[in-house]
Structures are given as structure tokens and as C-alpha cells.
């Protein structure tokens, strides 16, 4: 996997762009991604914008996100959402996977241990928030 310090991928190719786009209005996506040129990057990359659409509703419904080879051959990635206290989206968390070490029968387990991370940041942030009100 290549990672490169400082760098960004774009949204539509990342399982954290995704998840982080979830819950983004049709009209949010189009005027975020306006001036956005939908580079291909493998040949499992979305280049339109209603097969995002597509695949962000599948992710809100279901609470996760995939990028399987979209950014980068060999990479597979599951992301879910980090929600503030209000449920707001404030953050992703993400697993990566070179596809070879990747188990399609251990998905679930791979979902349900990042969704229990995820609520546990939750729980710590909203701890931390009554915390400060005191």
C-alpha cells in the first residue's frame, strides 16, 4: 500500500470518503465534487456520479464503506463512520487489507469490530463533553 504523508486520495475512491459522504445529501455530493475530475485509477474506480450515489446510500443503510481496488491494486479497505454525541458524522475509522490477507467469510467480524470502536470513541467524546459542562 502506498501512503503518502501529506497527500490525499480523492473522496470517491476511499472507503473513509464514503463513509464520510454517507450521509450527504445528493446535492452536497454534486456541489462538493463540482469541479472534481472522476480519475480512474484501477479498473474498479466509480468515474460517474451516480454510481457514487448509489454506493452512499448502500453505506448509509448499512453504517459502512468499501473501496475494493478503487484506489489502489491489491488494496481492499472497510470503513464506518465516528459520530459526536448528536450522531453527527465527525470522523471514519478504517481497516486495510492487502486483498491477499483479506477473509470475504470474516467481513462481518472485520465490520462489527470497527462499528464497536467506533462507538466506544463516541462514548469516550460524549464522557469527555459532560465532562467540560461540569
Known amino acids: ?7 490525499g486520495n480523492p473522496l470517491y475512491t476511499t472507503a473513509i470518503g464514503k463513509v464520510l459522504m454517507s450521509e450527504w445529501t445528493q446535492a452536497s455530493v454534486r ?21 457514487l450515489h448509489a454506493v452512499l446510500k448502500q453505506a448509509k443503510v448499512d ?3 468499501e473501496d475494493i481496488e478503487e484506489q489502489e491494486l ?12 448528536n450522531g453527527e458524522i ?3 475509522l478504517s481497516l486495510s ?18 462499528k464497536q ?3 466506544k470513541i463516541t462514548e469516550a467524546l460524549t464522557l469527555s463533553l459532560e465532562e467540560l459542562a461540569h
Open 63 to 65: 453504517g459502512v464503506a
Open 117 to 119: 470502536a467506533s462507538a
Open 97 to 114: 487489507f492487502p486483498v491477499i490477507r483479506f477473509q470475504q467469510e470474516k467481513r462481518n467480524e472485520y465490520v462489527e469490530s470497527l
Open 90 to 92: 465527525i470522523a471514519g
Open 31 to 51: 456541489q462538493t465534487l463540482s469541479g472534481v475530475t472522476f480519475d480512474k485509477y484501477t479498473d474498479n474506480t466509480i468515474t460517474k456520479i451516480s454510481d
Open 74 to 85: 491489491g488494496v481492499r479497505c472497510i470503513a464506518v463512520p465516528v459520530r459526536c454525541p
Open 1 to 7: 500500500m502506498r501512503s503518502r504523508i501529506g497527500k
